[in-house]
């Protein structure tokens, strides 16, 4: 099969098309054709090696993926051959291939109602965002950095259906599209020190990091939560809570039946092919992807 490595940590030049074996899933694995995949930061920091969660190359990047059941490993039960299913993986063989193996429990059955294209879109940034603001209450004021982006235009979605007053941080091209999806109030970040525009902040979801941690910190009320899914300055703090992302099949389940009822929008900016995928790793890196980048393997060009 075709898949997408690198040898070395590197710039988006460092990924190439290779022929590997078709993998073999092992007992709770299930084998899926990749119909398709996308692009999520942590995609291109992996390649760069400022994070190293998977190790040293070689691998296969690519967290999301979406596809058709090919086999299943040994004990499996709840797939069958011929479903289509999308999740969340993170391992050294990932979905920038024409088939991947995850295991079983990270999976979930696709709604029928989502093309490849939007459920390719969906685990990563919904199980973040999801899984981030489980503790939300109602009538909590909840700052959301990066509005607009992959995790959070859905984390926007999230809050309200939680009951949340949602504000959000993003260029002002977005407001529109933040406004339709329910965030309450906008603050344009390259116009306005978000610092000086908000106070008493019950919960910050940072998607961001760096700097903003520390900055964060001022606008919250005595009690509040840091969320930081990046990494920041504000590490060590009381108040300061670090999200990492586990795949979840189970949840995926629940975020699909908001997505079947038509409760949740996925916005997708730009669907590329695979070939095509270090420009979509620079048009990631750019920080101006609205939603997400969506990445279709060769077959399905």
């Known amino acids: ?58 691998f296969t990047l690519g967290l999301d993926v979406s596809g058709t059941v090919a086999e299943l490993g040994p004990g499996v039960t709840g797939f069958d051959r011929g479903d289509e299913v999308f999740g969340m993986l993170l391992n050294r063989s990932g979905a920038y291939a024409e088939y991947v193996v995850l295991p079983a429990d990270s999976l979930a059955h696709k709604p029928a109602e989502l093309d490849h294209v939007h459920a390719a879109a969906l685990p990563v940034v919904a199980l973040t965002g999801w899984q981030a603001l489980a503790g ?53 970040y390259t116009a306005v020190d978000f610092t000086e525009a908000v106070r008493d902040v019950d919960v910050v979801l940072d998607l961001v990091g760096g700097d903003y941690g520390s900055r ?53 900016e730009r669907v590329m092919s695979l070939a095509d995928v270090a420009e979509a790793h620079k048009l990631s890196e750019s920080g101006r992807v609205r939603g997400k980048i969506v990445l279709l393997p060769w077959a399905a060009e």
Request: avoid cysteine; glycine fraction near 12%.
């Open 1 to 58: 099969m075709r898949a997408i490595t690198q040898k070395t940590f590197g710039g988006p030049d460092v990924l190439e098309t290779v022929d590997l074996p078709r993998p073999v899933p092992q007992p709770g694995e299930v084998l899926v054709r990749v119909a398709a995949t996308s692009v999520n930061p942590a995609d291109w920091k992996l390649r760069s090696g400022s994070v190293t969660r998977i190790g040293d190359p070689p």
């Open 136 to 188: 939300l209450r109602t009538g909590q004021r909840l700052l959301i950095h990066a509005a607009a982006g992959g995790i959070g235009h859905l984390a926007v979605q999230f809050a309200k259906a939680r009951g949340a007053y949602v504000i959000g941080t993003a260029r002002a091209v977005n407001h529109d599209f933040l406004r339709g999806l329910g965030a309450d109030e906008l603050i344009d």
């Open 216 to 268: 964060s910190l001022r606008v919250l009320r005595p009690g509040g939560r840091y969320l930081d899914t990046q990494g920041s300055d504000a590490e060590g703090d009381p108040r300061y809570v670090r999200m990492y992302v586990e795949p979840s099949g189970a949840e995926l389940r629940e975020i699909a039946g908001s997505a079947a009822r038509g409760e949740l929008h996925i916005e997708v």
